[in-house]
């Protein structure tokens, strides 16, 4: 295998390039196939171009993109909805108002930045603890004159409420953050004073009280805008204007006030503990809780509206392949565009009724779904929607496996979860276990669990089993159901392959080396110690510490709404200037000045979207396609590993986080991790960074708070998506969380890193600690030793005390030379299949069955 000869990445030229031209359009695409139409009464929207419109609120003219923390893009420039607007044709009427927000958001900025530096002594100096700490508030603006504004010949007006949040920090149920503020409140009443009609836009990472909403008669229209990436402004236009029907759907459940989330009063700083988090809802997460409990909601998982009308329908229900290893269900339905004016497209959803015996269960959960083309008015789509009968097992703690039990199970149909409607059933004649396990992550601690009332329970179903008796259904013996019985591994002598060939020549300074990121690089909590690609996340030892195999060292880069690297860096005489690490940060904005000398090279990433956005499109496909354009930005600046997707469940709303993750629902999240990585790996070597596994629902004291769950939640909930994302896409490469799980490390944890992903899965790639876990730990000790163990490949991005320890343990025989090289066996398999060969292919091409989890067609 021959090495690549690695360029500079990036172009000597500043001039806007053909490549970021092409996939500022996806992304573009994209935004707009997400925004979800919350509220539209009497068709408000869309809005004809060239009319005036009066345009307010902090997102009209600072539209945010994303969020902050390791997940922010460096791109060339972003498009805000004002800009979006004009460039539509559109007359925007309050352009002095504007600019004095914009002078106003300058001014706050830059007072913002110096109190972080001032604060820096308050936390020993670390700047990345000082900045998650002083998140920064959006300004309101100054009130506006409502005389002027009824005379400035707009009718319509529209006001976008902004919020940021990120990584390190949990949000509040405070004014400025959860809940509008007074001085917000009071500006939008005096637009909807001066305008007939205002149209609210959502601009946030993740939800917000809309109660104020309510006191307004004059909004009609709500659109949720969330973090649209450098395209939103114009994705923004295009909905509004109508060039684009809206089609997104909400991959969470909106409640009707903060109190009513099951986990509210406990979750994060809300508990007045952050050193502990008790999962006591258990399995009765977002929907599950809602729909099970039947507590009302504000907008329902799956909801959103459309500048038209559908009709779905179901169709035949079958069930193939009983008596192999993967059953599948299968759904017909027919979709019709019902309206008379606009096209658009449609999202068919599949809804499970479970039979409530032995174990309790949520009273529906999500099976399967799938996303028309652009149908015309009066046109129709016939579908297939399979879903694996796996998809419908539940966990059994006393028997550790997967079981279904007998009984019926309720297809439910429609185009969200409120709308879904029984149209027929499976029936099951005995109980069956699909996968036989072992226990894992043993919970230590007593915890009381919520339960549904087992007789309004039995009233639910009896009510639904009266509809099915009318309803077509589908006889199922569990005769016919094969037991996959999990072959758990141990330690071995021997070392498969290219990679066992090489690892087992290598020498105890080699081994030790490769358990980490490269030491030489320099670290930082967010990244930057890439050496060859200036703004990477690190680097792998280098190809100097592994001759004679030229075993090539990989760069990873940070995700997930694009890739992160600095903007531009310099070199001199052939040599990378190393820079500062901040010069990676929200665009450098905390960099100081620095003279540039040499050549400078531009690294102009493509800002996508917000995880939470891409999923509200609910479309595998455009998810694919925005990973293979991903795969190939990786390509042009040298990456191997892309750190991201982000991918675990949005658990309460007020996880800072929640903007980089996908849903309330493992499936939904497993599937848009998948088609994000199918999309990617699609490129010759390149791949995808699955995380943060797991349970990291909560950012406040993320680096030592433990999860405490039983082990059916942690199963059922918190691991499933990325048993389907493994399952369906093989990603090259996980990322261990910070927290702890039953008191053990994520990184240390044998059960989750072995036992479940590698010996119940599957995975292939290779596991990585997340960023300083082993130097920056908050609760007990987290080793390098402790993840060579667990079958945590690579502790990165390296520390010199990491090598100490592993060489210490393996002295004291508290590590096996074994588990060492396990471990840099499973790191060299991957660098071996890196892009940085000349040879490199695709790294989906050595398996087989992937993309099959759920389909639609």
């Avoid at 996303?371 to 046109?379: D, M, N, R, V, Y």
């Avoid at 590698?758 to 596991?767: K, L, M, T, V």
Wanted: glycine residues 10%; aromatic residues 10%; contains cysteine.
């Amino acid at each position: 295998m021959k090495l690549r000869k690695r360029p500079f990445p990036g172009t000597v030229s500043d001039a806007v390039t053909e490549r970021e031209t092409k996939n500022r359009k996806l992304a573009r695409k994209a935004a707009a196939e997400g925004f979800v139409l919350l509220k539209n009464e009497n068709h408000f929207l869309p809005l004809q171009k060239g009319i005036k419109i009066g345009l307010y609120g902090a997102g009209a003219i600072r539209t945010i993109k994303g969020g902050t923390g390791s997940g922010d893009v460096n791109e060339r420039d972003c498009v805000n909805i004002y800009q979006g607007m004009v460039n539509a044709g559109y007359e925007v009427t309050s352009r002095e108002w504007l600019e004095d927000y914009d002078a106003l958001y300058v001014q706050a900025r830059e007072d913002w930045k110096n109190e972080i530096f001032r604060s820096l002594p308050e936390y020993d100096n670390n700047f990345f603890r000082a900045y998650s700490a002083a998140q920064f508030q959006m300004p309101c603006g100054s009130a506006i004159d409502v005389e002027a504004a009824k005379a400035d010949g707009a009718d319509i007006a529209v006001f976008v409420l902004a919020r940021i949040a990120g990584e390190n920090a949990d949000r509040h149920t405070a004014e400025g953050d959860y809940l509008i503020t007074a001085e917000e409140k009071a500006l939008l009443a005096q637009v909807c004073e001066a305008y007939q009609n205002v149209v609210l836009v959502i601009n946030t990472g993740g939800l917000v009280d809309l109660g104020f909403a309510e006191e307004f008669s004059n909004i009609p229209s709500i659109l949720q805008f969330m973090q649209a990436g450098q395209e939103g402004g114009s994705a923004f236009a295009d909905v509004i204007s109508g060039d684009v029907t809206p089609s997104g759907k909400m991959t969470d459940t909106w409640a009707m006030k903060y109190e009513d989330y099951p986990n509210a009063s406990f979750f994060s700083h809300n508990s007045g503990d952050v050193y502990k988090e008790e999962y006591k809802e258990g399995i009765y997460v977002g929907y599950r809780y809602f729909d099970t409990f039947d507590v009302p909601v504000r907008y329902c998982f799956g909801y959103g509206l459309s500048y038209t009308t559908f009709e779905v329908n179901g169709g035949e229900i079958s069930v193939n392949g009983m008596g192999t290893a993967k059953p599948m269900v299968s759904v017909n339905m027919t979709v019709k565009n019902t309206g008379d004016t606009y096209s658009g497209k449609e999202v068919a959803q599949i809804y499970v009724s479970c039979p409530q015996g032995r174990l309790p269960k949520e009273y529906r959960r999500l099976a399967g779904f799938g996303k028309t083309g652009i149908l015309a008015p009066g046109e129709s789509q016939a579908m297939e929607i399979s879903f694996a009968l796996y998809q419908l097992a539940s966990y059994s703690e006393e028997m550790a496996a997967w079981v279904v039990e007998k009984g019926t199970y309720g297809i439910w149909a429609g185009n969200s979860l409120e709308s879904a409607e029984l149209i027929g059933s499976l029936h099951l004649d005995e109980d069956a276990v699909m996968v036989q396990c072992e226990h894992i992550c043993e919970r230590k601690q007593d915890m009381e669990e919520l339960l549904p009332d087992a007789g309004k329970m039995q009233e639910k179903e009896a009510a639904w089993h009266a509809l099915a008796e009318k309803l077509p259904a589908v006889e199922i013996k569990a005769s016919e159901i094969v037991t996959e019985t999990i072959q758990y591994s141990g330690l071995s002598d021997e070392l498969p392959g290219k990679a066992g060939e090489i690892t087992e020549s290598l020498s105890l300074d080699q081994l030790v080396a490769f358990a980490t990121g490269d030491i030489n690089a320099g670290q930082s909590e967010l990244g930057s110690a890439g050496q060859t690609v200036p703004g990477a996340a690190a680097e792998t030892v280098s190809v100097a510490a592994m001759d004679p195999w030229n075993v090539a060292s990989m760069v990873l880069a940070d995700g997930p709404a694009g890739i992160r690297l600095k903007q531009s860096y310099q070199v001199v005489d052939g040599k990378i200037e190393a820079g500062e690490f901040l010069e990676a940060l929200e665009g450098g904005f905390f960099a100081g000045k620095r003279e540039k000398k040499g050549t400078t090279y531009h690294q102009y990433c493509t800002a996508i979207p917000v995880g939470t956005l891409l999923a509200q499109t609910w479309n595998v496909e455009l998810i694919k396609e925005v990973g293979e354009m991903i795969g190939h930005e990786m390509e042009l600046f040298e990456v191997t590993l892309w750190l991201a997707p982000g991918m675990n469940i949005h658990r309460n709303p007020l996880c800072g986080r929640n903007f980089e993750y996908y849903s309330e629902d493992p499936l939904l999240s497993g599937m848009m991790a998948a088609a994000m990585t199918l999309g990617v790996q699609k490129v010759p070597g390149c791949g995808t960074t699955i995380k943060h596994f797991a349970c990291n629902n909560q950012e406040d004291n993320r680096m030592g708070s433990d999860s405490v769950l039983s082990e059916r939640t942690l199963r059922e909930i918190y691991l499933k998506g990325f048993e389907i994302a493994v399952k369906n896409s093989q990603p090259m490469s996980m990322m261990t969380s910070y927290n702890l799980i039953n008191g053990v490390h994520a990184a240390n944890c044998y059960d989750i890193c072995t036992k479940a992903a590698r010996d119940e899965w599957g995975f292939a790639g290779a596991i990585m600690t997340d960023w300083t876990t082993t130097t920056d730990s908050t609760a007990g000790v987290c080793t390098a030793s402790g993840c060579m163990r667990a079958g945590n490949d690579m502790v990165m991005p390296g520390d010199p005390s990491d090598h100490e320890n592993i060489r210490k343990e393996l002295e004291e025989g508290t590590l096996d030379i074994r588990e060492l090289k396990r471990c840099v066996c499973n790191t060299v398999r991957v660098a071996l299949q890196s892009n940085q060969y000349e040879d490199a292919v695709s790294y989906l091409e050595q398996f087989e069955g992937l993309d099959c989890y759920m389909t639609a067609k």
